[in-house]
């Protein structure tokens, strides 16, 4: 009997609260992957009362005898895994087995300068928001392979020739292009042996783990970080990030085939978030963008960047229903609504007179988008207590049925707080 697995996507332009999605679920399966991305994304749990913020680990650590496993997708910087590794450490947390795959690529510090680099050069209306983590440079030397893995930090000789060939090139660009001092070669060379020792005992097949654990068997969820609207290929373009953040990224990015996906889940606020630059047709820029900033706690667990904040965008969340082809909507921040008298939600774009209820792929500048909006009529009750999906005030009920109506997609999770407990599960 094969074992079912499930991806965890986020639905809209990240920050959706998938790391706390996949910590309530991670109980029912044996295996948690995460499939792309890099220390750019920030996925936050809370378990009795403690904040545990990962970067690179996937959201399943805090359980104990799972496996956890860090896939080829992933690009990985050592200094943030050896730091996240030893914080659980110290508190005793690390209770989960981890397995990073040997296959998955390196971010080295060239990569972080050159990622800082080229932004300060973008002019103003052409910068990305990038974290300056290095994620976009270390995926351009993986597709112009000549990128540096996991399991190389294990081979000297191989190491010893990457690196050099790397720095052939990049202190060129360092020096010619941005004036900036070269970066030595034996410095270099000690810290990612270094590296390499330190991470062996964790370094493996994760390809092969996540398959044979299928086969067993065991459930398998895979975690996504970022979010359908920023990926390389399907999202706002060129505002986006570096990975396939959609659901498909966890078939290239763990090693398992498409026919092995028994569901995808899609991960969306109540209301809408995005950091950085780039479209986002529902930002308010005024009071209700504040209020949702704050009663949301909306600052970026990566950077620490206020997050732009508007209503739920049907139209955006119908686009990611489509590409990802989602059986179910985990919706996150229901509470943070409480308190508003009428809720908008967009459900419509005009662009040139034409009507788009799905977004299209390419979206003009905001002052050539009509938003079309319906109200829905808020609630006043606090929802940190409730547990079942009649424990929700009519009006909170009200606005989750108009989502499953308007995406045609059951909303099988609703979150009511930050706490792992604070979870209605509805269909699942």
């Not at 001092?181 to 330190?198: T, V």
């Not at 950085?276 to 047709?281: C, L, S, Y």
């Not at 308007?406 to 699942?428: A, D, F, H």
Request: charged share 30%.
């Amino acid at each position: 009997m094969k074992g079912k697995a499930e991806v965890i996507i986020g639905a809209q332009w990240g920050d959706e609260g998938k790391g706390r999605i996949v910590d309530s679920l991670a109980d029912r399966v044996d295996v948690v992957v995460r499939y792309q991305g890099g220390a750019n994304a920030g996925h936050t749990v809370v378990v009795e009362g403690e904040k545990h913020i990962f970067h690179l680990l996937p959201s399943g650590m805090l359980y104990p005898g799972k496996t956890c496993v860090i896939g080829n997708g992933v690009v990985v910087d050592p200094e943030q895994f050896l730091s996240e590794i030893g914080e659980l450490r110290e508190k005793r947390k690390d209770k989960a087995r981890l397995v990073l795959s040997e296959a998955s690529h390196v971010v080295m510090p060239y990569h972080k300068i050159i990622d800082e680099a080229e932004e300060k050069r973008r002019s103003k209306g052409r910068k990305i928001g990038t974290t300056k983590r290095g994620i976009g440079p270390c995926y351009a030397d993986k597709v112009n392979r000549i990128g540096i893995r996991v399991g190389d930090l294990l081979d000297p000789d191989s190491l010893r020739m990457k690196i050099i060939e790397n720095l052939e090139i990049k202190n060129l660009l360092l020096t010619r292009i941005f004036n900036l001092p070269p970066i030595a070669f034996d410095d270099l060379m000690e810290k990612a042996l270094d590296w390499g020792q330190q991470m062996r005992p964790y370094i493996g097949d994760g390809t092969a783990i996540v398959n044979e654990a299928l086969d067993k068997g065991r459930g398998v969820l895979f975690e996504g970080a970022q979010g359908t609207l920023l990926d390389i290929d399907h999202g706002t373009y060129p505002f986006v990030t570096s990975s396939s953040a959609a659901a498909g990224g966890a078939c290239i990015g763990s090693g398992i085939g498409p026919t092995r996906i028994d569901r995808v889940l899609g991960v969306a606020k109540a209301y809408c978030t995005r950091v950085g630059e780039g479209p986002f047709p529902t930002e308010e820029l005024g009071e209700i963008g504040e209020r949702l900033r704050e009663a949301g706690g909306e600052y970026g667990a990566t950077t620490g960047r206020p997050r732009r904040c508007g209503w739920l965008d049907m139209v955006a969340l119908r686009y990611a229903v489509r590409v990802n082809g989602l059986g179910g909507i985990a919706l996150t921040k229901l509470d943070v609504l409480t308190g508003l008298e009428q809720i908008k939600v967009c459900t419509a774009y005009e662009i040139e007179g034409r009507r788009h209820e799905i977004l299209p792929s390419r979206l003009p500048e905001r002052e050539d988008i009509q938003l079309h909006y319906e109200s829905l009529k808020g609630w006043k009750e606090d929802l940190a207590n409730c547990r079942r999906v009649e424990d929700l005030p009519p009006e909170a009920r009200e606005y989750v049925r108009f989502i499953e109506e308007n995406c045609k997609v059951p909303v099988v999770l609703i979150g009511v707080g930050s706490g792992r407990e604070q979870t209605i599960l509805c269909g699942l």
